[in-house]
């Protein structure tokens, strides 16, 4: 990819999706009304049937005793649901189908489960003790761990602290990393977060996108002036400055989403581009803005080093970062973690390219010799998506920059 003159990358071409006129944008109100309206039809006719699929089950597992009979009757039923999901995914929902597919899964597990070791510990007789014993288990193991993953996780912030090792800066920083709080209700929730970060006492904040996530722009509006306010009252102004690019889940046009940080000393980057600022020359730092799109541009180029100064990439996805492209530390959000870690296997998805070791969040060393902190998130998906957390908690990270010599160039083996 070329780079645009006076050393600014070129820029990603805004969406087309908000550039129409208001009778564009009630088409668009409408068609998501419509769409949410299929969903919630979908989502019942699965419990639905899930519902009738329940009775055979308890009846069958009425009829018949022994292990062997219960566990293929449990299989079966596994089988049945992920089945079925898998069909009204496909067939209820526009978009976003494996978001989808989850969450009808978490229908599933988290409601028809406990429901289901319910009815297992009523219909077993006497003989069956240990059978009732396992399903009041089974309902209760599931509904808690319903109300951890739905409940507890998703607001049970963590504020991580790395130490980075900074060749080429002056003096030692902090920088606080707020990635993807979207939400669809600015409420509490951000304001805490926000606060943590003004407490933190950052020297600098970067924000990597995905602020409010909601379907039509006119709720999309309302939400995005309900995050503003708090952010104006939570008053962010750290000495080396706050700056905020563009996620996903913002309109294209930077006049509807820049009105997120209006009236605060948070400033948004409308494109990719460098941030020129003299508080940051005094600390030897070089900061670097991507737009979404570039941001997840596994071919990025960046112009040459203007000066041995560390220098810092911000963007909302890691993908970037399969570029090599000529930087100390790339910071992004995203992945979310995944949301949901399972033990020995990590996160289920990523929706990015780079390895799920990364992807998982954290600080890790690239074979360029970059360094790549990717957070978890503070928010969750939305829309189509389960709202829950899973060994993946919503981080704050703090990312203290410790100076040190910069290290010679490396020699290619041919040029030795």
């Known amino acids: ?122 219909i077993c007789d006497a003989s069956r003790r240990v059978e009732a014993s396992l399903g009041a288990a089974l309902s209760v193991g599931l509904a808690s761990l319903a109300i951890y993953v739905f409940r507890v996780e998703p607001r049970w912030l963590e504020i991580t602290r790395t130490q980075v090792e900074a060749p080429g800066l002056l003096r030692p920083l902090r920088v606080a990393l707020i990635a993807d709080l979207q939400t669809d209700e600015p409420g509490e929730w951000d304001r805490r977060v926000l606060e943590a970060a003004l407490d933190a006492q950052p020297d600098l904040v970067v924000f990597t996108g995905d602020y409010v996530q909601l379907g039509t722009l006119s709720a ?65 730092l070089v900061l670097a803005g991507l737009d979404v799109g570039e941001s997840r541009n596994p071919e990025l180029v960046l112009p040459p080093r203007e000066s041995d100064h560390f220098h810092i990439v911000f ?53 360029h010799g970059a360094q790549i902190y990717v957070s978890r998130g503070l928010g969750m998906e939305r829309g189509a998506a389960p709202r829950l957390r899973f060994g993946c908690r919503p981080e704050l990270a703090l990312l203290d920059l410790v100076p040190v010599p910069r290290p010679p160039p490396r020699v290619a083996a041919g040029d030795r």
Not at 321 to 337: E, P, Q, R, S
Request: charged share 15%; net charge positive.
């Open 1 to 122: 990819m070329g780079v645009a003159p006076k050393g600014l990358i070129a820029a990603a071409a805004p969406s087309p999706r908000c550039h129409g006129g208001p009778p564009r944008r009630e088409r668009a109100d409408l068609g998501h009304k419509c769409a949410r309206y299929f969903v919630a039809m979908s989502v019942w006719i699965f419990n639905t049937i899930l519902i009738l699929a329940d009775v055979v089950l308890l009846w069958l597992v009425r009829r018949r005793r022994g292990p062997a009979a219960a566990a293929s009757l449990w299989l079966g039923y596994a089988l049945v649901a992920a089945a079925l999901a898998l069909l009204v995914a496909n067939i209820g929902f526009e978009r976003h189908k494996s978001f989808a597919f989850a969450q009808l899964c978490a229908w599933a597990l988290f409601l028809h489960g406990p429901l289901l070791g319910v009815g297992v510990a009523w």
């Open 220 to 284: 999309y509006q309302r939400a995005r002036d309900q995050l503003n306010r708090i952010l104006v009252e939570v008053d962010l102004r750290p000495p080396l400055g706050a700056y905020a690019v563009r996620g996903d889940t913002e309109p294209g046009r930077f006049s509807l989403w820049a009105p997120t940080f209006a009236g605060t000393a948070i400033q948004a980057l409308d494109r990719t581009d460098y941030v020129r600022s003299p508080e940051l020359d005094v600390a030897g």
């Open 315 to 367: 963007g909302h996805a890691p993908d970037n970062a399969l570029a090599g492209h000529a930087t100390d530390l790339i910071l992004a959000g995203h992945t979310h973690g995944g949301q949901v870690q399972l033990p020995w296997i990590g996160p289920l998805v990523t929706l990015t390219e780079v390895p799920r070791s990364i992807a998982s969040g954290g600080l890790h060393r690239l074979p």
